[in-house]
């Protein structure tokens, strides 16, 4: 009698149950990372299969301790290592990789991983977990994204020290020498692939404004998370940047956007009536006020000025106003004639607010009396706070419907769980900004678009707005849920895609129109059902597509 068969590769099930029997998330993390490289086909099966339960594992949270510890706990790394060391080598190096057919660059130098600070080489681990969110959310194929770290060096000495780490040892490499060191990144980057789409992520301030500022006109670049407050020295770039419309914080202005416009579906009242009040004036509060400007400006006839006059800033000083003398470049646009107020709950009944966002990191700002004053001034009060990590938001979703009395139009930077409140479910949204940027990149590597311009992230915006009907909305789903974000996502990238080709950024692909035939979809159809079919068509599918 022979021996029983025993199965070669286990089936998805399996996987996921080894996922949730592990001791921690950390081990969560390396069982999937390991899975990925042993048996790739699997790993794509059950990351395409599971998405909501496999990302906060693959991704944040627990992406933050696996960059920690990248190099003590053996993560299987599949990016590409630039080192200083290397310099003048870049293009060969990059012509060496394994996989030619790169479409989608995420790049990191590693000094500034989620809230975590200078992790050097360790980024990688950034740089791979966004790059899976491209294929989870938005199905680029795996074999056209590369993730990269630019290593120059850390300023971590516990790094230094460590002796497993696997990064350059030595100070970062700064100054001219630093932007010398990306130029050549660049510059191999656009001769071995010309239409490669590029995202930079966590980089440190100081750097990621003026790379963005000058490789912006480049080719198609953006930076998603730019947040936080820039130094002084980058002020300046910033007021122009502002003046000139061209610098929004990109996908957390879009998501936060997004969810205005959405919430705002449920009350029956436009954008163009409201007056949004943040709590908090660093670059990604400013950036989101930027771009409800542009969206003031393009649909309702208003100058961007008068766009600005809707969203007041409060800093940890207060109101950001006119008669202030104290203000950095960047508020100054948002300073407006208005008297000045000290505390959150005095501005409130000062300007009559009908959205309160929170980007300021400062857990409990929004007391139970702010949220209180929003609800006694609006029927339905739109919340939106969106600091991270949890520990950081500015009030919790049961916070904000207790004292709303189950009023409130909410979305949070963090997540929380369902409650039930008066005999019903009540949903949190979550603007997570994973919902626009991978579309957004994949309509760019359609079109091989060549600037992602901030109209980009206001039509992404828009057209996610419209994907929840007004019973959803209700229910507190001001975005589709997660688990649909493959079908979220072929919407946008088509949406994102005719723009692009109609602003002239992008163009038409060659196979365009044999593609959407293929699909059933007639050349009679609408652009936005044509861009949909060839979007779909386009999706990584991990039982039929390339690995």
């Given amino acids: 009698m022979g021996s029983p068969t025993v199965p070669t590769v286990p089936k998805d099930d399996v996987v996921m149950a080894a996922v949730r029997s592990a001791a921690s998330d950390l081990e969560r993390f390396l069982y999937l990372r390991r899975l990925q490289r042993d048996n790739p086909g699997l790993f794509y099966r059950v990351l395409m299969g599971h998405t909501e339960e496999c990302l906060p594992f693959l991704y944040t949270p627990t992406v933050g301790e696996a960059c920690q510890k990248y190099h003590r706990v053996g993560v299987p790394t599949y990016g590409l290592y630039l080192r200083a060391s290397e310099r003048g080598r870049f293009l060969d190096l990059l012509r060496a990789y394994p996989q030619q057919d790169i479409r989608v660059v995420v790049v990191t130098d590693g000094e500034r991983i989620l809230g975590l600070g200078d992790l050097g080489a360790g980024g990688m681990g950034i740089s791979e977990g966004k790059s899976l969110?491209?294929?989870?959310?938005?199905?680029?194929?795996?074999?056209?994204?590369?993730?990269?770290?630019?290593?120059?060096?850390?300023?971590?000495?516990?790094?230094?020290?460590?002796?497993?780490?696997?990064?350059?040892?030595?100070?970062?490499?700064?100054?001219?020498?630093?932007?010398?060191?990306?130029?050549?990144?660049?510059?191999?980057?656009?001769?071995?692939?010309?239409?490669?789409?590029?995202?930079?992520?966590?980089?440190?301030?100081?750097?990621?404004?003026?790379?963005?500022?000058?490789?912006?006109?480049?080719?198609?670049?953006?930076?998603?998370?730019?947040?936080?407050?820039?130094?002084?020295?980058?002020?300046?770039?910033?007021?122009?940047?502002?003046?000139?419309?061209?610098?929004?914080?990109?996908?957390?202005?879009?998501?936060?956007?997004?969810?205005?416009?959405?919430?705002?579906?449920?009350?029956?009242?436009?954008?163009?009536?409201?007056?949004?009040?943040?709590?908090?004036?660093?670059?990604?509060?400013?950036?989101?006020?930027?771009?409800?400007?542009?969206?003031?400006?393009?649909?309702?006839?208003?100058?961007?000025?008068?766009?600005?006059?809707h969203c007041y800033f409060m800093d940890s000083k207060g109101l950001v106003?006119?008669?202030?003398?104290?203000?950095?470049?960047?508020?100054?646009?948002?300073?407006?004639?208005?008297?000045?107020?000290?505390?959150?709950?005095?501005?409130?009944?000062?300007?009559?607010?009908?959205?309160?966002?929170?980007?300021?990191?400062?857990?409990?700002?929004?007391?139970?009396?702010?949220?209180?004053?929003?609800?006694?001034?609006?029927?339905q009060p739109v919340i939106m706070p969106l600091s991270n990590p949890t520990s950081k938001s500015e009030c919790t979703f049961q916070e904000a419907v207790e004292a709303t009395g189950d009023r409130v139009l909410f979305a949070s930077g963090s997540p929380f769980p369902p409650l039930q409140y008066g005999g019903r479910t009540l949903y949190p949204a979550q603007a997570n900004n994973a919902y626009v940027f991978p579309a957004i990149g994949h309509a760019a590597v359609l079109t091989q678009c060549k600037e992602i311009s901030d109209d980009v992230f206001l039509v992404a915006a828009e057209k996610l707005a419209e994907m929840s009907n007004l019973q959803e909305i209700e229910q507190g789903f001001l975005f589709p849920r997660f688990a649909c974000i493959k079908t979220v996502s072929v919407k946008l990238m088509a949406a994102v895609a005719d723009f692009m080709v109609r602003s002239r950024l992008g163009s038409i692909p060659p196979d365009f129109d044999t593609v959407c035939r293929q699909a059933g979809v007639a050349s009679s159809a609408s652009n936005l059902a044509r861009w949909e079919a060839y979007a779909a068509a386009h999706m990584f599918h991990p039982n039929t597509s390339h690995l």
């Fill in 321 to 379: 106003c006119a008669s202030r003398t104290d203000l950095q470049h960047h508020k100054r646009p948002f300073a407006h004639d208005v008297p000045p107020c000290r505390t959150l709950e005095e501005a409130i009944q000062a300007l009559r607010p009908s959205v309160l966002i929170g980007v300021s990191t400062m857990a409990g700002a929004f007391s139970r009396g702010v949220l209180e004053a929003m609800a006694a001034l609006n029927e």
């Fill in 133 to 309: 969110l491209y294929t989870a959310a938005a199905g680029v194929p795996p074999h056209q994204i590369l993730p990269v770290v630019l290593d120059v060096g850390t300023n971590n000495q516990a790094l230094l020290d460590d002796p497993q780490y696997a990064g350059l040892r030595q100070k970062r490499v700064t100054g001219a020498e630093y932007d010398s060191l990306v130029d050549e990144f660049i510059r191999a980057l656009k001769a071995w692939r010309p239409h490669v789409l590029l995202q930079f992520e966590d980089f440190a301030n100081h750097n990621a404004f003026h790379l963005l500022e000058r490789y912006r006109p480049q080719l198609a670049c953006f930076n998603d998370d730019i947040q936080a407050r820039a130094p002084d020295g980058l002020e300046a770039w910033f007021w122009g940047c502002l003046e000139a419309g061209c610098c929004c914080t990109h996908g957390t202005a879009c998501i936060c956007l997004a969810g205005v416009l959405s919430a705002l579906r449920a009350t029956g009242r436009g954008i163009e009536e409201q007056r949004i009040l943040f709590y908090g004036a660093g670059e990604a509060g400013t950036g989101i006020g930027e771009l409800i400007a542009i969206c003031l400006e393009h649909h309702h006839g208003m100058s961007r000025e008068e766009g600005r006059r």
